[in-house]
């Protein structure tokens, strides 16, 4: 089995507060608090898990709250190498009512000789084959190219790079040929300077990643499913009638990531991965947090009415 290797550069503790309704300017008591490690590295870590596919974190903190996020990690049984970040790990807060209100803080500086270990690491592990994802923010201080350095020391060892980025961090590692991209729509205008309303404007706005050597393209659309795009295939998958209710939609990219790859893995099959990431990333967006083995179980066993179009 391909070894799974997962950088977090930003992860992060969630405080999650859930109100019947919040009101600014007043004291609020929340219904019902959550508290739990995350980031979009340890998400994808967390559904690999539940996968029963193995994977291994490359996480970068500090400070005085790392005890209770590795605590947690290890009661998930997730398996990580840690490496020093310049300051606490960062704490994000949730507000959510009828609408959900996110506070996202900034991660602390890393230095050069930190990433440099990091490097040295996944020289003296990774083998042929194997995958890395880059994903999450970059913290304040890091240069954006690092993603790129990061699918350019991937490729040289015959390794297949994931980047879940957007903006210039996305845009230099696409430079360097990654295996595959997975921005949203947003994220995917945002790193062309252009909006895409329809079918076509998608069409030509992977066109020219595609031919700058990005290998796959999965971009994900909410409620109205994915889309992989790669020079032999561009096909869509709409979510499945599952009659369940969006519980919180944090999350869903990272598990589609980890559903796709896991699937991609043990059949090399684009149409039957893109469906797994849209199972896994339905799951999570019905779940408080990332998709338990159970409900994932659930959704799976109704795939085959997942419906794939070309585009």
């Known amino acids: 089995m391909n070894n799974i290797y997962i950088i977090s550069l930003s992860p992060a503790i969630d405080y999650i507060l859930k109100f019947d309704e919040l009101k600014k300017d007043e004291t609020n ?12 590295g340890i998400h994808i870590s967390m559904i690999l898990n539940n996968l029963n596919i193995a994977n291994e ?21 997730i398996k990580y190498k840690k490496f020093n970040a310049n300051g ?14 996110e506070c996202s803080v900034s991660s602390p500086c ?7 270990k990091l490097k040295e690491y996944l020289i003296k592990n990774i083998r042929p084959n194997d995958y890395v994802i880059a994903t999450g923010s970059i913290p304040k201080g890091v240069d954006s190219k690092i993603y790129g350095e990061i699918v350019e020391l991937t490729n040289s060892l015959n390794a297949n790079c994931i980047v879940d980025a957007f903006g210039d961090s996305l845009s230099y590692a696409i430079e360097k040929k990654p295996f595959l991209i997975k921005p949203n729509i947003k ?18 706005a992977t066109k020219p990643l595609l031919e ?19 020079d032999q295939i561009s096909i869509k998958c709409s979510i499945g009638k599952w009659n369940k209710k969006l519980v919180n939609a944090a999350g869903a ?12 893995i043990q059949t090399n099959d684009y149409e039957k991965a893109l469906k797994m990431g849209i199972v896994c990333g ?3 967006a019905y779940s408080n947090k990332i998709a338990s083995a159970e409900l994932i179980n659930e959704l799976v066993s109704s795939i085959d009415d997942l419906r794939i179009e070309n585009l």
């Open 29 to 40: 008591r929340p219904k019902e608090t959550e508290i739990y490690p995350a980031g979009k």
């Open 57 to 77: 974190s490359l996480i970068f903190s500090n400070g005085d709250f790392e005890k209770y996020f590795y605590n947690n990690l290890n009661k998930l049984k």
């Open 88 to 101: 606490d790990i960062r704490i994000n807060i949730k507000l959510i009512d009828q609408h959900q209100t």
């Open 110 to 116: 890393i230095e050069i000789n930190e990433l440099n």
């Open 187 to 204: 994220e995917l205008s945002l790193t062309i300077g252009k909006k895409i309303k329809n079918k076509n404007d998608l069409l030509l």
């Open 212 to 230: 700058q050597g990005v290998k796959n393209i999965l971009v994900s659309m909410g409620s109205k499913g994915a889309v992989l795009i790669n």
């Open 253 to 264: 990219g990272d598990s589609m990531i980890g559903g796709f790859l896991s699937e991609f």
């Open 282 to 284: 339905s799951a999570t």
